[in-house]
């Protein structure tokens, strides 16, 4: 199953609309105020065929309704210390949920387990003082380890220099629950603005490759 592909991050109105000619699978945007790619202008039109992902730090369920509704929001992004039955509420009232975890060495893949039934998929980042990116790679051989039947995004610091490693992880077997892959600061003139040639020659070369 081909991988799909997830461009985080977006900020203007313009550079959102060239990004979608790339046709990703899904676009992000960042809900936190605390962000340099915080989101607050209006989503323009996009194809169908391209999800919108809003992404939220501990955020009230209230706020995400009203960001949801206001931006026709196909999944929302929790990156803080939401709850299962935070989660679970979000999936029930509103969208589906991606779930965000910091991995490092001593990462404990049980603690995923009381998450199963509330979110739709899990994203695996580097771990890190702030919350979202640093533009830094985690060890993906972790991920052995990970053995949920449940499908996620891979997140941190993926980018040209890492496109061959990328491509070598993917073809292992204990990766077939790799939905996709997170594109971002990788990418990137400045924050939220993102270059369409490297991400056009990054995606191509991804797909013929995988």
């Given at each position: 199953?081909e991988?799909?592909?997830?461009?985080?991050?977006?900020?203007?109105?313009?550079?959102?609309?060239?990004?979608a000619?790339?046709q990703p699978?899904?676009?992000?945007?960042?809900?936190?105020d605390q962000?340099?790619r915080?989101?607050?202008?209006?989503?323009p039109?996009?194809?169908?065929?391209?999800?919108?992902?809003?992404?939220?730090?501990?955020?009230?369920?209230?706020?995400?309704?009203a960001?949801?509704?206001?931006h026709q929001?196909?999944l929302?992004?929790?990156?803080?210390?939401?709850s299962?039955?935070?989660?679970?509420?979000?999936?029930v009232?509103?969208?589906?949920?991606i779930?965000?975890?910091?991995?490092?060495?001593?990462?404990?893949?049980?603690?995923?387990e009381?998450?199963?039934?509330?979110?739709?998929f899990?994203?695996?980042?580097t771990?890190?003082?702030?919350y979202g990116?640093?533009g830094?790679a985690?060890d993906?051989?972790i991920?052995?380890?990970?053995?949920?039947?449940k499908p996620?995004?891979?997140s941190?610091g993926?980018?040209?220099?890492n496109l061959?490693?990328?491509?070598?992880?993917?073809?292992?077997?204990?990766?077939k629950n790799?939905?996709?892959?997170?594109?971002?600061?990788?990418?990137?003139?400045?924050?939220?603005l993102?270059?369409?040639e490297?991400?056009?020659?990054?995606i191509?070369?991804?797909?013929?490759?995988?």
């Amino acid at each position: 199953m081909e991988t799909k592909i997830k461009i985080c991050g977006m900020k203007f109105p313009k550079n959102i609309t060239e990004i979608a000619e790339l046709q990703p699978d899904y676009l992000g945007f960042i809900f936190y105020d605390q962000s340099p790619r915080h989101f607050e202008k209006e989503i323009p039109l996009l194809d169908k065929s391209i999800q919108k992902v809003g992404v939220f730090v501990n955020a009230s369920f209230e706020e995400i309704a009203a960001k949801v509704t206001q931006h026709q929001l196909d999944l929302v992004q929790l990156h803080g210390e939401e709850s299962p039955e935070f989660c679970q509420l979000i999936e029930v009232k509103l969208v589906k949920v991606i779930k965000a975890f910091n991995i490092h060495k001593n990462f404990n893949f049980n603690d995923l387990e009381k998450y199963f039934y509330s979110c739709s998929f899990y994203l695996f980042d580097t771990k890190d003082n702030n919350y979202g990116g640093n533009g830094i790679a985690f060890d993906w051989t972790i991920l052995k380890e990970y053995t949920l039947q449940k499908p996620y995004f891979l997140s941190g610091g993926i980018g040209m220099g890492n496109l061959k490693e990328l491509q070598l992880f993917l073809q292992n077997d204990y990766t077939k629950n790799c939905h996709a892959v997170d594109l971002n600061s990788k990418f990137e003139i400045e924050s939220g603005l993102k270059n369409p040639e490297t991400l056009k020659t990054f995606i191509q070369n991804l797909k013929q490759n995988s």
